[in-house]
């Protein structure tokens, strides 16, 4: 990523994930809800995204565990590794953390369950 030079936006967004379960999403940076089971969505080259909170919350009432890590490009960075989430719970992710360009944010459960994700952003666009 280039260091900015000239005149860019920022801006808050959310992205969604609706039903999550075992398989591997990533959430989307172009303002639209994540297809479940996709975990090929990144971050737009001349973007910086930084994430300000992820909500999960369990919808099945059915006690599970989930994970959330990143993908450079090349590896699998891992932030949250088998957190546990009773039936009818919400685990709230407070933590920042930046992502650019070819980045990828990934969520997904132990097995088979009904989670939803929501992730709250800042939109750098230097594009």
Not at 106 to 116: C, G, Q, R, S
């Amino acid at each position: 990523m280039a260091i900015p030079s000239g005149s860019g936006t920022e801006v808050l967004k959310r992205t969604t994930i609706h039903a999550l379960s075992d398989t591997e999403t990533s959430f989307r940076w172009d303002g639209t809800m994540a297809t479940t089971g996709t975990a090929t969505y990144t971050v737009t080259a001349n973007h910086i995204i930084t994430v300000l909170n992820i909500v999960v919350a369990e919808t099945a009432n059915t006690a599970g565990n989930f994970n959330i890590y990143m993908n450079d490009g090349t590896n699998p960075i891992h932030l949250l590794r088998n957190q546990s989430l009773s039936g009818k719970a919400t685990f709230v992710w407070n933590d920042r953390l930046v992502l650019t360009g070819g980045d990828k944010l990934i969520v997904y459960t132990e097995a088979a369950a009904n989670m939803d994700a929501v992730c709250n952003y800042i939109d750098q666009d230097w594009s």
